[in-house]
């Protein structure tokens, strides 16, 4: 019997076009979080290292800007393919963007650091929301089979994460390869281009699958078109929107303008009371969005810490071997993403074996607080006990395991939610929105990781503690209102 196509990892239940989106996100992906792995690590490292020598706060700053940019960009990459040229051709677009920023990266100058970081933000902007979209619009909004299919292709996605630190923290890192370079009359300091070049080819595998296999799936319906000065308008919007809000982000990071900050929780609460305000179905879905974007942005702040300070304690406070061998510090980016392939299958088997009786969106979002929580909890006394020297590398490990199923818990249920909820007409803008709350979560990701300290373990200790207890009080309100979310994103007042 011939073996039905897309049968890999129980895919053939699945619609045909989710096989080729799993492939070209694994790809995509695994050149993001290749390039990630290395970043904070690159910005931090002397000179004569062949770093930049930054200081931890100036590059978790630009850390923070950056992640922010990749997903705040996402707003106007959602418009562009609703509007303008569609979701096919805006993940073609900003595939060919990412290639070319990874490729800049690679090229030893610091103009072209800057050069790359833009390429990769902009192109990751029309990538994103709208592959994303391209999932949603396989499946019905009603489909049972539509949380399932999205945590298969969230561990397409994290596939592509796992292999990707191994592969350029072994090239940025390693004594092996800067020992290779030497002997080919290379800079073995140069051994972070490496890295980043390597990053560069991940991403163009993932466009030529995507070029390859395009015919074969549709655009989300984008309804009846606009009028040219309506899109204009919109259009204009969009961007000045975006730009705004970036600016204010740049803007809270100088002395005497930190309380900005909180404009990033302020916003979504006026859309929220706007939302419920309104008496049409559509507005209170948008006030159910601004609640689930709040979770969010909160749940990224603490999680993106795996990239900032997460990664200066594995750097600098962990001790990098097992059994003798010693490892590069990147590393552990791949913790992640490993527990992810182990446990997406579960989780998607979990919610296909509910049904209909899994826990509503909401809760699934406050349990994923409570896990977040509790991984950073569990992390407060490796902290303390880097006082008496690095410590075992099984505290990260095992803070990976819970913000894991956290994850797994909030992410590809949240991007299901947002294409089930989401206004007629505007899949690929409420997914920009959805990526806009990761963009808030990045920036202050950046923020809390720049005030990373390896000479007072107290002190790490404490802000461990403090962030924990935010997730906690966030995952407390998650669930007590719960049911009216709930209700709110069936449109019912």
Not at 231 to 243: A, E, T
Request: aromatic fraction near 14%; hydrophobic fraction near 55%.
């Amino acid at each position: 019997m011939r073996k039905p196509r897309g049968s890999w990892l129980g895919l053939s239940s699945h619609p045909r076009g989710l096989s080729t989106l799993y492939f070209t996100e694994l790809w995509e992906r695994f050149s993001f979080y290749g390039m990630r792995a290395l970043l904070v690590l690159f910005m931090v490292a002397p000179v004569a290292e062949g770093g930049l020598g930054f200081t931890t706060p100036d590059a978790g700053s630009i850390y923070g800007t950056y992640g922010m940019a990749v997903y705040l960009l996402a707003l106007p990459g959602g418009f562009i393919a609703d509007r303008l040229i569609g979701a096919k051709r805006s993940v073609l677009l900003g595939g060919t963007a990412i290639a070319f920023g990874h490729y800049a990266l690679a090229w030893p100058t610091g103009e072209f650091f800057y050069v790359g970081l833009a390429l990769i933000a902009i192109g990751t902007g029309l990538f994103k929301p709208n592959i994303s979209a391209l999932v949603g619009a396989l499946y019905s909004k009603d489909d049972p089979r539509r949380d399932a299919g999205f945590s298969l292709f969230y561990m397409g996605i994290n596939i592509g994460a796992f292999l990707a630190p191994l592969v350029t923290g072994f090239l940025a890192q390693s004594s092996v390869f800067k020992g290779w370079l030497a002997q080919a009359g290379f800079d073995p300091n140069q051994s972070w281009h490496w890295g980043f070049a390597a990053a560069g080819i991940g991403m163009t595998a993932s466009i030529l699958i995507f070029a390859w296999k395009m015919r074969e799936l549709e655009d989300p319906d984008a309804g009846s078109p606009d009028s040219t000065g309506s899109v204009i308008r919109q259009g204009l919007f969009v961007g000045f929107g975006s730009l705004f809000l970036l600016g204010i982000a740049l803007l809270a990071d100088v002395d005497g303008f930190h309380w900005l900050r909180w404009l990033f929780v302020a916003l979504p609460l006026m859309v929220i009371v706007y939302g419920v305000a309104r008496q049409t179905p559509d507005s209170r879905r948008l006030a159910a969005i601004g609640v689930y974007f709040i979770a969010a942005m909160t749940f990224w702040a603490i999680f993106e810490q795996s990239g900032t300070s997460l990664t200066l304690f594995a750097d600098t406070l962990t001790r990098n071997e097992v059994f003798g061998f010693s490892f590069p510090s990147s590393w552990y980016q791949s913790a992640n993403p490993i527990f992810v392939i182990l446990l997406a299958p579960l989780f998607a088997a979990l919610w296909l074996k509910l049904g209909r009786q899994q826990p509503s969106s909401p809760f699934k979002f406050g349990f994923a607080l409570v896990l977040l929580s509790a991984s950073f909890l569990l992390i407060v006394p490796a902290a303390a006990l880097a006082a008496e020297g690095r410590v075992s590398p099984l505290w990260l490990i095992g803070l990976y395991f819970l913000f894991t199923a956290g994850e797994l818990m909030l992410s590809p249920v949240g991007l299901s939610t947002m294409t089930r909820i989401a206004p007629s007409r505007m899949s690929g803008q409420m997914l920009g929105i959805w990526f806009l709350a990761t963009a808030f979560g990045n920036k202050l990701a950046g923020d809390i990781g720049g005030a990373f300290t390896a000479t007072d373990p107290d002190a790490l200790a404490l802000s461990f503690l403090a962030q924990a207890g935010i997730v906690a009080v966030a995952a407390a309100l998650m669930f007590a209102i719960a049911p009216t979310v709930r209700r709110l994103s069936e449109g019912e007042s």
